[in-house]
């Protein structure tokens, strides 16, 4: 999947209030990384991620804010997603162990996150932490088991999420495909494109008003989309 071009906003948000939103000690921070001023930075690659970096894995794993205190942050200047972010890893082979929370959505943490690690990549870049080969990351609340992600830039600075490539032709079972028709991220001509290259002939699609987030967390989605999937599968439980 290729990311959005980034931006990087200035909302001039300090790392003492992230860190009371987080209900982090400042302990927490890692100040190595946060500039003289004490503002953290803003990367826009879909949605405008709070970058947060933190000392260890301890702390990123011990992160349990409130969604009203974060949300209220997130209202008050402007960001909708938050990226922590360590270099201490579980696992030996990866880079980057994250945890992405979204209050602005409507729900607290997001447990694999293509957008907000893209964000944080393209800060790394920008600032020469990052040479573009592949980064690997780790991401959740789950010490152990982490979910995986991989990103890479190409020659032209563009961002490549994900990992190996996975033949869809050999998808033979019913597959119900539903997605937003106001998503910018994941564009309805990317969803309609699956029906041309999985190998089973029960293929339905289903169109919801919405955008990216919202079709899983908007009260209409709520409404509309839990019914048609019950109702898809009735129809195959016969």
Same mark, same amino acid.
């Given at each position: &999947? +290729?990311?959005?071009?980034?931006? /990087?906003?200035? @909302?001039? *948000? ?6 009371? %939103? ?6 927490? @921070? ?15 690659? #879909? ?11 301890? +702390? ?11 949300? %209220?942050? %997130?209202?008050?200047? $402007? ?16 880079? @980057? ?7 602005? /959505? ?7 996150? #293509?957008s907000g690690n ?8 920008? =600032?020469?932490?990052?040479? $573009?080969?592949?980064l690997a990351i ?10 995986? &992600? ?7 600075? =563009? ?9 869809? $032709? /050999? ?6 495909? *539903?997605?937003?028709?106001?998503? =910018?991220?994941?564009?309805?001509? !990317? ?9 089973? !002939?029960?293929?339905?699609e289903l169109s919801?008003? $919405?955008?990216?987030?919202? &079709? ?20 195959? !439980?016969?």
């Open positions: &999947i +290729a990311a959005p071009q980034p931006a /990087f906003p200035e @909302l001039r *948000i300090t790392a003492q209030e992230a860190a009371a %939103a987080l209900s982090l000690p400042s302990s927490a @921070l890692d100040t190595r990384q946060i500039s003289p001023d004490g503002l953290l930075p803003v990367s826009e690659c #879909g949605q405008k991620c709070l970058l947060v970096p933190l000392a260890g894995l301890d +702390a990123l794993i011990a992160c349990a804010p409130s969604y009203a205190t974060l949300r %209220a942050l %997130a209202d008050r200047t $402007g960001f909708e997603v938050v990226v922590l972010y360590t270099r201490e890893t579980h696992l030996d082979d990866r880079d @980057l162990r994250t945890r992405v929370f979204a209050p602005a /959505f409507g729900y607290l943490e997001d447990p694999a996150t #293509g893209a964000a944080l990549a393209h800060w790394l870049r920008k =600032h020469g932490a990052w040479t $573009g080969e592949t780790e991401q959740g609340p789950d010490r152990a088991n982490p979910n995986l &992600i991989q990103l890479r830039a190409d020659a032209h600075s =563009h961002l490549h999420i994900g990992g190996r490539a996975v033949d869809l $032709g /050999f998808v033979d079972m019913p597959v119900l495909n *539903i997605y937003a028709e106001q998503d =910018h991220l994941v564009p309805p001509d !990317a969803s309609r494109a699956l029906k041309d290259v999985v190998g089973t !002939a029960d293929y339905t919801f008003k $919405g955008g990216h987030i919202g &079709i899983y967390v908007s009260s209409r989605a709520q409404r509309e989309v839990p019914t048609a999937i019950h109702h898809w599968l009735g129809q195959r !439980a016969r």
